[in-house]
């Protein structure tokens, strides 16, 4: 039976109880993940000598893909070699013509390197480009450009920001 003044008791009870540690606990802010480290905002790789340029997107071309287009860099894989990617074209069929731009990085053995290559974007959103041992994937995410490097039995990590004041 419900009696007056017993609503207060209830609520002297509750507080109680969530005071003790049943209440539902905050959730702790993430940590830093293996991206956050990648974003080296002085990071250069190579100055291309014919600039290749960025054809916008057409109107067949979905908004999330049409994200992908332009300079992405200021990064580097796994926080140590200096990585640019230029999105140059995106076609509505997902294939993607783009640059490929790499400083050199002497302790794995990699040379400066500029290539355009062809990519494509997956059914979940991912741009996909591979080419020898390596396949790259890249997706955008809170304005980045987002990737993961396989070559052999390794995996690199890069987080790129946009270009947009950029020396190519």
């Known amino acids: 039976m419900w009696r007056r003044g017993s609503g207060a008791l209830a609520l002297a009870a509750a ?7 049943c209440a539902p606990k905050r959730q702790e802010a993430a940590g ?3 991206y956050d480290r990648t974003v080296v905002n002085d990071c250069y ?3 291309l000598f014919t600039v290749a340029k960025i054809e916008a997107p057409g109107p067949d071309v979905p ?10 860099g200021s990064a580097a894989w796994d926080g140590k070699w200096c990585h640019d990617l230029h999105i140059l074209k995106i076609a509505a ?3 993607v013509d783009l640059m490929d731009l790499h400083a050199p990085y002497e302790p794995w053995a990699k040379p400066a390197t500029a290539f355009r290559r062809k ?4 059914k979940e959103g991912r741009l996909r480009v591979s080419y020898g041992a390596v396949i790259a994937e890249y997706w955008l995410e809170n304005g980045r450009l ?3 490097r396989k070559e052999g039995s390794g995996e690199l990590r890069i987080a790129m920001l946009p ?3 950029s020396r190519l």
């Not at 908004?63 to 992405?72: D, I, T």
């Not at 990519?119 to 997956?122: A, D, E």
């Open 15 to 21: 507080l109680g109880l969530a005071l003790t540690g």
């Open 32 to 34: 830093p993940t293996p």
């Open 45 to 47: 790789t190579v100055d």
């Open 63 to 72: 908004a999330e893909w049409a994200g992908f287009s332009g300079k992405w």
């Open 93 to 95: 069929n997902g294939e």
């Open 119 to 122: 990519g494509f974007i997956t």
């Open 146 to 148: 987002y990737g993961l």
């Open 163 to 165: 270009r947009v004041n």
